[in-house]
């Protein structure tokens, strides 16, 4: 009979076997969901040994990671962004020599999201966790992939039809701001597409990945850090008006749902990356600006 003894694991005592961690704690560690990926690679890093008959599946409180001044100054970030987007009447840029306006605000934004996602991944590297874990939680093999595929696009309809719907009913209509940021030559609609690529990858990870993963360990709740996330998302939008940030806040909460759901941020982010593209690419076609 295997020798048991007593482990101090998350502030509780357990009385666990002997042996080695093995199938039964991986797998709870890739099922148990996208709410609390810091304290799951913390579990590992402890290299607490205990028999796979003796691992229990609960949810564990998710627990904050990163300090607090962090994660204060990414929503200071987010928060100036957006009150300078609202002041300009249009996306945030700097002026760039030789660029148009419109131009030198994709440009500004692209750089602004690869300097916050720099910044979280610094902070995440210091406590040792990798970003590629938290964008795919080990779901690598080519059939989840395709599936992150087809429910992106699944989400991408079914969010289109909603909010065409919530728009008609509400009677919005996009402000001259959110026009504005539309492409109007060739050039433009290039670079516009690698905005949307850059606010698919970097948006996600900021907000579906890490602010919704800090807000959980904060309350305690997975529903409160969806909840809290999607606000500041929608926040972030200050451009927008205040309508049309109330419906970006709701899809915000439902691109939440939809990480959580897959337990990774590959969909949110083929999601957001289509929508924001396709938006751009109908507008120039079709000379909505």
Known sequence: MAAHRREIFGGRRKEVSGGSITQKLLLDFRNSGLADPYTKHDLLKRGVTMSASSVQSPEPRPQVTLAAWHTIVVLAVLFATSAISARQHGLERIDFPGLSPRMSSYVTVMGEEWLLVLF???????????????????????????????????????????????????????????????????????????????????????????????????????AAGLLIQGLVFGLSHGYHGFKLMMVITLEGCCLGLLARWRRSLRSAMFAHAMQDSLGGLLAYALRLY
Request: positive net charge.
């Open 120 to 222: 979280i991944w610094l902070g995440l590297r210091r406590r040792g966790v990798s970003v590629s874990h938290l964008i795919s939680a080990g779901r690598n093999k080519g059939i989840q992939v395709l599936e992150d595929w087809a429910f992106s696009l699944a989400f991408v309809v079914g969010w289109l039809v909603f909010a065409s719907a919530i728009s008609l009913l509400l009677k919005l209509t996009p402000p001259e701001a959110s026009r504005s940021l539309f492409p109007r030559t060739g050039m433009e609609a290039v670079v516009f597409v690698l905005l949307s690529l850059t606010a698919g990858f970097c948006e996600e990870l900021i907000f579906r990945g890490y602010l919704q993963s800090q807000f959980t360990g904060w309350t305690g709740n997975a």
